[in-house]
């Protein structure tokens, strides 16, 4: 009996895991590594270059080789023409981001910071292609996806300001992931994590005769928020919500839609998803990352500290002998080491580098 398998068969023959990865131990772990990383490598090279030359050698050294390019050509073949055939929607919708950004390459991917998170998704694309499912697991706990299939996002220490369809202005901070649903009734933000700051526009695009009358909405895990003409910043911190207005007003309801209220131009709110919380102050030194600072007036350090952290990678912690000491001052975030050392300079602290990804920061008196 012949073991090959044409059209329609072959396709009601596929399953999630067979179309998401190749057979148990189809090829050795050191190929699928291999072809991984000559798909990175050869994401911007042009095709007389060295590394094209070196590929090839790589290429038509085995036939594994060759076998499992060809595999994760046919899989980024699927991808482009629509066909997940069973995968899960948001796998699939990973996948296809990452040949978006692959392909695109449009200017805001052209930073230092865009670059970088193009390629980690293209190393976690064809780490996903050999592994399968496992794989897809450990990057739904992580949350890093979302950075990757959202409409729109920022690396760690990126800050990035879109343009919306209807005119409105909206600065992504750090590590942030925004996908935008406008429709006929409606103009929705979903904030998946990070701070967005959004300037409302008064018409949907130059030229129009009449406001845009659709009401817009900002959706988090803990609520929605309705722009009534504003200014305003949303962050999606672990299990909260931070709402703050900066001119006109805006009103939040909280997950259950029973609890709701207006806040004015100079007040911040804390949701849950239960519950809105008093409103408190809040002013444009609240808002100063989007000119790439942190404002601090009598900050306690492990709070400042905290804040800088959201702008680097890795871990960055204040130790407790150092928790009694306070900040001052506008502190711009750009350069967080070069940060870090003025503070030093200027406090009895001690910075302690592990390495570059971990960083405690101690009271100079108990510094080793």
Not at 23 to 29: E, H, L, N, S
Not at 42 to 52: F, K, R
Not at 64 to 74: I, T, V
Not at 110 to 131: D, H, I, N, W
Request: neutral net charge.
């Amino acid at each position: 009996m012949s073991g090959v398998v044409h059209g329609g068969a072959m396709a009601a023959a596929n399953t999630t895991e067979s179309l998401f990865a190749p057979p148990a131990g189809a090829f050795a772990r050191e190929v699928s590594q291999q072809a991984t990383h000559w798909m990175v490598v050869l994401d911007d090279e042009p095709p007389a270059s060295a590394a094209w030359h070196d590929f090839r050698q790589w290429h038509d050294a085995h036939p594994e080789h060759a076998a499992a390019w060809a595999h994760l050509q046919r899989f980024q073949a699927r991808l482009r023409s629509g066909d997940s055939r069973g995968m899960a929607s948001a796998q699939a919708a990973l996948l296809c981001q990452a040949l978006k950004a692959q392909a695109h390459k449009d200017g805001a991917l052209q930073s230092e910071a865009g670059v970088r998170q193009r390629r980690q998704a293209l190393k976690l694309f064809g780490a996903l292609v050999f592994t399968g499912t496992a794989s897809w697991q450990v990057l739904q706990r992580s949350g890093q996806w979302q950075l990757w299939v959202a409409d729109y996002s920022t690396a760690t220490g990126e800050q990035r300001h879109i343009e919306l369809a209807d005119g409105s202005v909206v600065v992504l901070n750090t590590a942030t992931a925004l996908n935008v649903r406008f429709s006929a009734t409606q103009r929705l933000l979903v904030l998946e994590q990070g701070e967005i700051h959004i300037t409302t526009a008064h018409e949907r695009q130059a030229g129009w005769a009449k406001p845009d009358e659709r009401p817009l909405w900002v959706q988090t895990q803990q609520g929605r928020m309705q722009a009534l003409g504003t200014r305003f910043t949303v962050r999606q911190d672990d299990g909260h919500t931070h709402l703050g207005v900066l001119s006109g007003a805006v009103q939040a309801l909280d997950r259950t839609g029973i609890n709701t209220q207006i806040v004015q131009a100079g007040y911040q709110l804390r949701l849950t998803e239960t519950a809105l919380e008093a409103l408190t102050p809040y002013s444009e030194s609240d808002a100063a990352w989007t000119q790439g600072s942190i404002i601090a007036r009598d900050m306690p350090l492990p709070q400042f500290i905290a804040q800088l952290a959201r702008y680097r990678r890795g871990r960055l912690v204040c130790d407790a002998s150092a928790a009694h000491l306070r900040v001052s001052g506008i502190f711009p975030v750009a350069d967080t080491n070069k940060l870090l050392q003025a503070l030093a300079m200027n406090l009895p602290i001690a910075v302690h580098k592990r390495t570059e990804w971990w960083v405690t920061v101690t009271a100079r008196s108990s510094a080793s």
